[in-house]
Each structure stands twice: as C-alpha cells, then as structure tokens.
C-alpha cells in the first residue's frame, strides 16, 4: 500500500488503524510518503514504522506534490500489487477489497469511482468541468470518474513513473500502456480532520498537465488562433499604409510588427510542444529520510537511511555503507519457515532475491527477484545471477537442504566467511555429526548408519529398541519414522528412504527426556550468543515440532555446560562466523545430548519469539555475519515467549478460518503468520513443512503466557469440508 501524506498529523494514525483492521489479513507492505510536512506527520509515521515492521516510509526533503509522492511510492513498492489510498480516510480501507476482487479478473489497473461523493459542491464542480473537458472536447482517453483511490500492478506502476513524462498524469498515461483497466464504483466519506489540499491551484495545475501533455488539440488551436491573428493584424497594416483605415505610417509599421510577434511566438509554442513532449522532466523530488535502501540519485545528501536519528536504530546489525547503493541477499529457498528473514532483510535495506524451484513457495511473493532453480543447483544460481555487482550475502534459512549450494556460492562470488565444508557435512549428514560428537566425548547414544540393506539391518539389531530411523539428509522433521522393534525395520527403511537424495538413512536409540532447540551466534569462533527453548513434540509417529517456549529452564549445570560444548563443536568445524541451530535431548539420566545440527538460522518463529524474549536479533546478526558487518548485540532479562505452531490433525479443504482477527487482539500474540487460506488444502500434521502457521505469544510470567496459548487454542479455528468441524490445534 502507499499512503501519500501531507500535514495529516491528526489522520496518520486513525488511518492505519482502519487500513490493519479492515485489510490485515493480507499480506501487507505500507508505505508511508511524507510530502515535506511540518505538522509532526513525520514524527507519526515512524513511530508506527519502529512498532510495526510492515511499515516503510520515506520524507521528502519539501513539499514536492502529489505526483511526485505518489511516484517514490510505486518506484520503492515492494509487492506485486499496488493499492493507493490517502492518508485522510475519506476512501474507507473496507473499499479496497472491491478493487482487489475486480484485479482478480485480470485487470492491470482498477480505479475507484465515488459515489455519493462528499466532497464541497465547487470542488465537485471543478473535478466534473476537469473530466468533461478532457475526455469530451479534447478527446483524451481517461478512465470515467477515476480517482486517486486505485489498485494497480507494480510493474504498470514503476514503467509509468520511469518515463518521466514533461508533463505527467497518471490516469490519462495508464490507457496509454494497457487496455486492461476498470473502474468499481466505492463509497466516499467527507473528510474529518484536517484541510484538504485540493484546491484551485492543484486543479489548476493538473489540467495543464493533462490538457498540455496529453492532447496537442488545444495547443494547435492557440497556434492557429495566433497564425489567424497575425494575418488579421497583416491585413489591418496594410489597410493602415494604404489609408483605408485612416491611420499614420507609424500605426501601420506597428500593425505589421505584432503580426511579426504573434506569428514566430505561435511557431515557437507549436516547436517547443512538439520537441517538449517527449522530453523527460528533471528530478521531482529529493528525499531526506527513509528507513529502507533509496537510490542514490534520489537522495540530497550522503545519508537518507533513518538511523541518523538517534533511538531509531533497529537492533542487531550496524550498517557500515549508508552510502552505498542497495545491496541484494540471495536466500536460498522460500518455504514458510522463512518468511521472516525476507521481511526483516528488507527492513534493513536489503534487496533479496529468492531461489527455489516452486513458483508458489510462500517467500516468492515477499522477494525482489525470484530466480527458479533448484537450492542444490549452485552452477545454475551463478549463471542465472551472472555479471552481478551487488550481491552482498548468501543465506539459507529454516532448512539444511542448500547450504552446500550456499558453501558453493560464497566462495565462487568471494564473500566473507565462506561455510567450511566439514560444517556443511556435519548438517547436512546426520551419521557426520554422531561421529563429530564421539569425536568431541560429548554425550552421546548409539546409532548405525548406511545404506539400507541386511547389513545395515543386522547392525540395527544390535540397538536398543525403539529406534528412530531418519533419512540422513533430511530436515523438517521428513521421513523420521519410529521403530518399536526388529521386525520393523525393513518397513522403516522403506519409508525413511523416500526423503534421502542419497539413499542412505541412520538408525539412532530412542532417547527418553525433553527436547529442546539452541539458537547460537558464532562470531570470530566465539559463541557470543545463544538461546535455548523448550521444544513440544507431537506423539509417535511424527514426533513434529508443536511448540518452542522460552527461556527453557536448563538445570544450572547443563546451562553452564551448553557454551563449552558448542565452542568445542565449532573449533573442530573450523566454523568461525555464522549461525547455527541444533536440536537436543536432555535425558532422563540427566545428560545432554545434541541430536543435530545445521549451519544456519533456524525458522518457524524462531527469531521473532528469540528478539521479543531477549532483545537479540538474530536475522539481523545473521545477515551482518553473511555480509561481513558488525555484529551488534545488546541481550536483556528473558522475558517468557512461545512459539505456537497452527497445524491439522487431518487433511482437506479449508472452507473457513474464523477467529484471527480476535487473535491478533489478543495482549499476549504479538504475531500470527498464516500459511493456510481459505479454500486451500492441508495435509496431516506429519512434517514441518505441513503447518497452516504460526503464533508469537509473550507474557510476564510463564502460567501468563501458557494460558494465552490455550485462549489462543480456543479462539482460532480452522474449518475444513465435508465434516464442517474446526481441526484441533495442537
């Protein structure tokens, strides 16, 4: 969404209240333009941005007109899909579902038509006088009673401000570009705060520009009219020299001069038209300030990012090259465990491009750049990114699968700290890391790996049962089946197998006791950094993740214990800057044991339940690692926060999800991401991957927290067909 603004200190806020009420469903950007005002608007629209990290802005360095903050608007959207609407609410944000439904027919543009507009009666006349002269006398084609209030896509959008027309305006150019728009009659409100900046200069203004710029019917009249004069005043001198008009030589001399005037200045205006119209126009608009990466052109002075003011500092990275031009993040994979690195990456200023070989991954629609390879295909990425200054950093979060492809990477682009490539096989294996652990003496179990076979088969015979056998490969919890004794191994095999790439699984004793997850920080082979959560499971077969809460609650001696054992890993990897996450298993016989792990940042919530507890921005961190920036981490007091995981115990369609609106109400949710919609399907809960989303939860106290999580249980439902009941979350 852009939100153009000027001097609507009183609207900003009552304005985005309505626009996340009515239209938070969706998966919004809104980018805020502050058109040089000097009411406080500004100050409004970041403190929104610093609560909000769905909120962009940027300020002007003056007032430079709505055009022009409309224009920085489309260039610096995000989405694939555009929604203008003013700041002054006189568009109800309920409206735009309208215009979203009338897109969806395949419409490149659909603009809103008010009806029963509450505007006063000269401006109403002033706007109808505007319309009837420009579509019927001078016949330019414009959409009928078009307004402001318009949905269109961002690449018609961004073409039209890069043209740079000498005399721009928007909806007479869109019908220039495509014949693919519509207009939806909407309703209209009359403004109750604030003073409208429409007046009889901007009208005034606004039809030059069309009048001028899009039709030469008028300006071939005035020439005319000025060739037809100066013929007269011709005729009238020579009538004057001759005495018919019975004046003196000197009144003649002067007839014949005016005729000379008006006859070369008609022939410059019809010159200057026509040369003029295709010129591009100068710069129109500088800006001071945002909190996202600008052009460079588009900036008055050296530094435009918004960190120059002082508390607005987001936590986690200190960018070193505000002054540099915007730098890209490849981000190997798109699943939904990632999402949250895509938005925060573009909240510090990065662009990213996404890699993954679905079209529909989650992550594709939040990305600058979608490039549709496989994350194991690393020669492809290179080739497909070939010649490129600007990429900064490779990352590949929530899942182990590309981190050879992203170990690949850094090193054939040359980037900081290239992932060694014993770190790489310790996530990537899961037999490479059991063997990493008895090499290190930490606690450990007894597991057999290979190729399923009678070798392998005699070998597991000889663990304790249960087992648990994993495909080697894998992560998300795929392809884990549990084992209750020898007979069932071959099956286990057989099921386990289907999610290796290289056909080969490990067998591990079933350990007994609680499980948790360790988000850590690596920097300079220190672990500057880690966080522990108590992990719920979902029962036997899956053994899928339900939950995380925080802090864990670690008996003092583990506690103690944890940062030395991760040291000890990461000298032994030679892993020296990056983040990494493990699982583990804090036995019955008191022992900690660290079950796997991967090189990388963990997903699911994660990093939003870690920063809410601990202050600590772990993507952030991770990015400024891959990037070769500063590390900035400034831990406080874990305060109890809860990841909860939206899943169904049966597949089927959803026919209706009730109660998220209720959710995100709630004190205690700070954030509800849905993966599911209605009408789409859903599997059984048997893999990371088949979750419908998931809820953020904090509280004071951990019974606070915990008992929000079961209102949060009873409020939100999820309805699928044929039995019309609302699955249990888990």
Known sequence: MVVPCFNEVDNVGPSYEEIIAELGNHPLELLYVDDGSTDGTLDVIRALAHNDPRVRYVSFTRNFGFEAAFSVGYRYAGKPWILHIDA???FPASEAEKLIMAAEEGYDAVFGVRTNRQDPLLRRWGTAAF?????RVLRIEIPPGATAFRLVRTELAREIVDLRLGTPYFLATVPRLTSRYTTVPVAHRARERGESKVGFGFLSSHAIELFVGFT?????VASCAAVLTAG???????AAATGLLGLNAASALEFVMFAVLLTVLSLTVRYLVVVGAGQPRPRQFYIREANFAVDEDDRLYASAMAEIHPGERQAGVKNTEDTAAPRSLVILGGADGSVSTYHRARELGFRTICVDVRASAPAVALADEFVQVSVRAPEQIAAALAGRDDIAGVLCPASDVGLPTLAWLTRHWDLPDPLPEAAVAASVDK?????????????TYRSVGGKPGPDLALAAQQLRFPTLVKPVDSSGSRGVVSCAGPGGLDTAFTESLAF?????????????????????????????FHAVTRRTLT???FFVTASHLLPAGLPPVVDRALPLMLTALCAELGYRTGPLTLDAVLGRDGKFYLIEMGARMGGNGLAEAIALSTGVDLIAAGIAAATGGEVVLSPRDPRPTLVHILA????????????ADEVRAMPAVSGLELFAEQDSFVKPYEQAGYKMGYAVLSAPTVPEVLAAEDELRGTLKFLLDEQGLAVPLP
């Open 500 to 528: 290796s790439p290289s056909g080969r699984v490990v067998v591990e004793e079933h350990l007994d006791g609680s499980h948790y997850t360790i988000e850590a920080l690596v920097v300079d082979g220190r672990i500057v």
């Open 431 to 443: 037999s490479v890391f059991r063997e990493l652990c008895d090499r290190l003496r930490l606690p």
């Open 232 to 238: 007269i005043s011709i005729l009238a001198g020579i």
């Open 539 to 541: 029962p036997p077969p």
């Open 648 to 659: 169904s115990d049966r597949g089927g369609r959803i026919i209706r999800i009730e109660g």
């Open 216 to 220: 030469r019917r008028l300006t071939t």
């Open 131 to 135: 319309h009837f002269l420009g579509r």
């Open 88 to 90: 002054d609410q006189q």
